[in-house]
């Protein structure tokens, strides 16, 4: 690989991401490093090895089994505690992780406050994956001082600021020493660096930039209010590299967990899924038919890509009911253009939410070759396909480019 | 969107960031350990317990018990970093539902510090830790026979598996070493290791039956280990164990002959079919496992009744 490559999911997560970075990993033997660019803990990037070992990585990159080493940039949410566990089920690996000093810092009383605001939404809940990393993105726009992984080297205000933390949420059963204590050795554990590093990076050999979630979940260009707090588009990458390939990740039906629009639902299609079930704070996993006029209008608010991985393309050949939806009908109406609107108009986003709540598939098709459709659908060319978990279920076609 | 499922427990992320910037988390006997690592450690281990919840609502447990000691050489070691992968083994190919794997350790009672070492059932990667956790003590005594009477009265006391409480269907436990049993636990060790009072020897047949109500038991003897193929050791486990001896002529393909057996024995898979799985694993260790395993080939291994699972598949997957 010679290109720096960044790897988007264009639905709403769930596409294969951590399976495709790892494929790159493990075809490519020069990449300098994963780079992730949004999100936090919350990611849930499977990877299956030819030789069956299964990880799901969260904050580490997908290339991690690959020996790439991962940079988690400024524009992570850093959990310590859960990294812990995480690095614990790999070995450890740490001499493989570098943080960005800016990045924020998730705590446990983040976590706590994104579960009490879930719960008291009741049956309007938003999806959140309970893990607090939206609401740390929103105690830090509100406060210039939220902790950051610098914190961690001085704990004396470290502490300080978890104190005001807790204030903040007016929640006193956690204790901060503990936290301090837990955080400092974090600080001990990882390497802790400039925003610089990026750059060093980028010029030590090609970067994976390793996205989270999806881009219909974007903080503005999500059905509003079923996003995630995140930048999920190609942006952040332009902030961090100048110059990139644009990956996008597809898989052949589409899937949502947690509450929102999801248009071409269809819970009766038989796609058993492995790796994603019920949980307590993002309720079921959806699976509907392939959404094309959602996913061209991620292409076209993330701006473009110049390739697509499509992964599961194992999935129509097991289910003959599925298909892919190319308009669709509102009260009457038919549409196949969701029309972006003004960029960071969430009123925008919310009207569109609304619409698609009361929409349905008009046209629908089953294309006897899956790989071209969506291909020709969503105007890239497809240049890694995945026909099933593992790493040697992947071709890849031209990433020598 | 993801579920982040890694634990959050502010205490255990300490304690684990301080492992990793010690001597060495990854291997505790490389830290310079001479004792068993307390979660290993059996004396005053009332149970280990391979149980059901909504998660893994049809356990099958599998406990895994490698001799460590000097006559097995390298195999230790190279078992703490191949043993990692079989749970990925038994999920992808739904060899069995809701796995849920033990490791352990067995020395020798008359001479070691760690005559036996035992971990939890788990279901997820954590026992990765407590195979990193086990001590490689390297002794032995040297006259072909290691405790491994000792582990299996643990076994059979000190475990409680769910599979059969609730639904009378057997684990499996795999022994991997390459010498004989003493011929009986003695209670002077099962008082000192275990910590429990038993008032005399029992026969190491007697204990074995004893276990064989819990588990199908197997024994791999890898023949790269000291006394591998030794025709002494070989009929002794035979006599004990039956068709359940397996001899394994590449270590590497330990894994693949644990899956595969299970496989066999949860009627899943038959051989052929098992190591045509392999292939498509892109594992190099059909050969060997077909050798080993055919001993079993002829015979309906482990259950007479197939077990149908009705209400979805097992929690196993959402790892």
Request: hydrophobic share 40%; aromatic share 8%.
């Amino acid at each position: 690989m010679k290109e720096h490559l960044a790897v988007v999911d264009l639905g709403y997560g769930d596409a294969g991401k951590g399976t495709i970075v790892d494929a790159i990993c493990s075809t490519s033997s020069n990449i300098a490093a994963v780079i992730r660019f949004n999100g936090g803990a919350q990611a849930a990037h499977n990877v299956i090895t030819e030789d069956g070992r299964h990880h799901t990585f969260a904050q580490f990159g997908s290339g991690t089994l690959r020996g790439v080493p991962t940079h988690l940039s400024r524009f992570m949410i850093v959990d310590p505690l859960a990294l812990a566990s995480e690095a614990r089920s790999l070995g450890n690996p740490f001499h493989l992780l570098t943080v960005d000093a800016d990045a924020l810092l998730a705590t446990p009383w983040h976590r706590a406050a994104n579960r009490r605001r879930e719960v008291e939404r009741g049956a309007e809940r938003h999806g959140s994956c309970g893990m607090g990393v939206g609401e740390t993105q929103m105690y830090a726009l509100k406060h210039p001082d939220a902790p950051r992984v610098a914190d961690v080297l001085t704990p004396t205000r470290l502490t300080i600021k978890l104190r005001a933390l807790a204030d903040f949420y007016d929640m006193s059963d956690i204790p901060i020493d503990d936290v301090v204590d837990a955080f400092v050795a974090f600080g001990e554990a990882v390497r802790i660096v400039g925003t610089e590093h990026t750059d060093r990076l980028l010029a030590a050999g090609p970067c994976v930039f390793e996205g989270a979630q999806g881009v219909l979940l974007d903080e503005w260009r999500g059905w509003h209010p079923y996003t995630t707090w995140s930048t999920t588009t190609f942006d952040n990458i332009g902030e961090l590299c100048p110059s990139f390939r644009r990956l996008g990740v597809v898989r052949t039906y589409t899937t949502r967990h947690g509450a929102g629009p999801f248009v071409t639902e269809a819970p009766d299609l038989d796609l058993p899924e492995a790796h994603n079930g019920r949980d307590d704070w993002q309720g079921a996993f959806r699976t509907g038919h392939f959404d094309a006029v959602a996913h061209r209008y991620a292409v076209e608010v993330a701006g473009g890509v110049d390739a697509l991985a499509v992964t599961h393309l194992d999935a129509p050949a097991r289910c003959p009911d599925l298909k892919i939806c190319t308009a669709y009908r509102t009260e009457g109406e038919i549409w196949d253009r969701i029309e972006p609107g003004p960029h960071r108009d969430l009123a925008y986003q919310e009207r569109l939410a609304g619409k698609l709540a009361k929409t349905e598939p008009a046209t629908s098709h089953r294309p006897v070759d899956w790989k071209n459709a969506i291909s020709e659908l969503l105007g890239a060319p497809v240049e890694i396909e995945s026909h099933g978990p593992r790493s040697s279920d992947k071709r890849i076609a031209t990433l020598s480019k | 969107m993801g579920s982040g499922h890694w634990s959050t427990d502010v205490y255990t992320a300490a304690a684990n960031y301080r492992a990793a910037t010690g001597k060495s988390a990854f291997d505790y006997s490389d830290s310079g350990a001479r004792h068993a690592h307390p979660d290993l450690d059996p004396n005053g281990v009332f149970m280990r317990e391979s149980r059901d919840s909504s998660e893994h609502p049809f356990s099958t447990p599998i406990a895994v018990l490698f001799d460590v000691t000097g006559s097995m050489g390298n195999v230790p070691r190279v078992l703490q970093t191949k043993l990692p992968q079989l749970l990925g083994l038994l999920t992808r190919k739904n060899y069995a539902v809701d796995p849920q794997i033990m490791f352990g350790a067995i020395g020798d009672a008359t001479c070691d510090r760690a005559p036996l070492q035992v971990g939890q059932f788990e279901s997820d990667n954590r026992m990765d830790e407590h195979l990193s956790r086990i001590y490689l003590e390297g002794g032995g005594g040297g006259q072909k026979h290691e405790s491994y009477e000792l582990a299996l009265y643990f076994m059979a006391r000190h475990t409680i598996i769910d599979s059969m409480v609730n639904r009378g269907r057997r684990g499996y436990l795999f022994i991997i070493g390459d010498e004989m049993p003493y011929p009986r636990v003695k209670p002077r060790e099962v008082q000192a290791v275990i910590g429990d009072t038993i008032k005399q020897p029992i026969p190491i047949e007697e204990i074995l039956t004893e276990l064989q109500r819990k588990y199908e038991v197997f024994y791999i003897l890898p023949t790269a280990a000291g006394w591998g193929g030794d025709a002494e050791v070989l009929a002794r486990w035979r006599g004990l164990l039956g068709q359940n001896v397996l001899e394994l002529d590449d270590l590497d393909a330990v894994c693949e002959t644990i899956a595969l057996t299970v496989g066999l024995g949860e009627d899943a898979i038959d051989l052929d079919e098992g190591i045509a799985d392999l292939e498509d694993l892109g594992s190099a260790a059909g050969s060997s496992v077909g050798r080993a395993l055919a001993p079993l080939q002829r015979t309906s291994v482990v259950r007479d009744d197939q077990f149908q699972i009705t209400a979805g598949p097992g929690g196993n997957q959402r790892l």
